[in-house]
């Protein structure tokens, strides 16, 4: 226990039998509650969890649904074992590569009471990345740039999973359209933005060893990409929609809009089609749009954040 937070830790294994148990054992004394998913594994994990005895340790069995999945069954169970108390949920993976020692520093912004949910970066610990191989370092700056854009503030390692939410998030969350795979981190920020939730990013470590991606890398490009424009996209309208509409927000979506019409054929306004008769593509026309719109929408998520924090404090007057 922290203050007065009740600390719980998911885990999601799958076929871990090489690390579950260093993974449990090396959590710090003040966890209170630890809840193993085990995903559908096919190895020993199973039966290396019911060796491992402790009253603090909890074990879900998932048939295979996915990480995504099995983070959200292990959030849920923390809800329902806990009620109505005040308490933080730290994710941890089952292969060993999250360090238990910077859990605290996970946890101190919610405690503090400036973060809603935390996030490990990799980026901005001086061990972070120092054995990650080359071709994860790049996809994760890729997707980091793009969740940065459809989350409409600075993410610099996305696929970081190593994270810490608070109770708060969890009972506001819609688990019924929960994304459910690989893609979750890059979902879950950009559903925090949407729904006004501050994020906080500390330095993690990350330890590499002998653990094996089971990611298909283009599948898993395409799927999530497809995602974060949809995801993208809804934020945007729901925030249209809402009768607390700001300024930030119309002059995004107008941007938005505007990047959009230079690119579909015959839809160009008379000041596009002058550009284009000047040597300027249409392409250029929408980088430029959407570059303006993203300056608007980083706005718009601020006040967002900010409208959710005054409704908080009127709540409590």
Known sequence: MKGDYCIGVVIPARNEELFIRGVVESLPDYVDAIVVINDGSVDGTKSILEQISTPKLHVVELDG???????????????????????????????GQMNPEDMQGLLHPILARHADYVKGDRFLHPKGV????????????????????????VISDSQCGYTA??????RHWNWDRSWKGYGYPNYWLIQMSKLGFRIQH?????????????????????????????????????????RQITPHTLFASIAYLIGWIALIPGMSTDFERELVERGIAPIFITIAAWAVAHVFDRGATRTVQELRLNAKARQKT
């Not at 120092?130 to 503030?153: E, Y």
């Not at 939410?165 to 969890?170: I, N, Q």
């Not at 500390?202 to 995801?231: A, N």
């Open 65 to 95: 649904k996915g990480v995504g999945a099995a983070i959200d069954t292990g959030h849920q169970f923390l809800l329902e074992h806990w009620g109505s108390k005040k308490f933080i949920s730290v994710v941890v993976a089952g292969d």
């Open 130 to 153: 120092q054995n990650m191989p080359k071709h994860r370092r790049i996809a994760s700056r890729v997707l980091s740039f793009l969740t940065t854009l459809t989350a409409g503030q």
């Open 165 to 170: 939410t608070s109770c708060e998030v969890l």
């Open 202 to 242: 500390i330095p993690v470590e990350s330890i590499y060893g002998d653990e094996v991606s089971g990611i298909r890398r283009f599948p898993f490009f395409i799927q999530v990409g497809i995602m974060m424009v949809r995801e993208h996209h809804r934020r945007n309208f729901s925030w249209l929609l809402s």
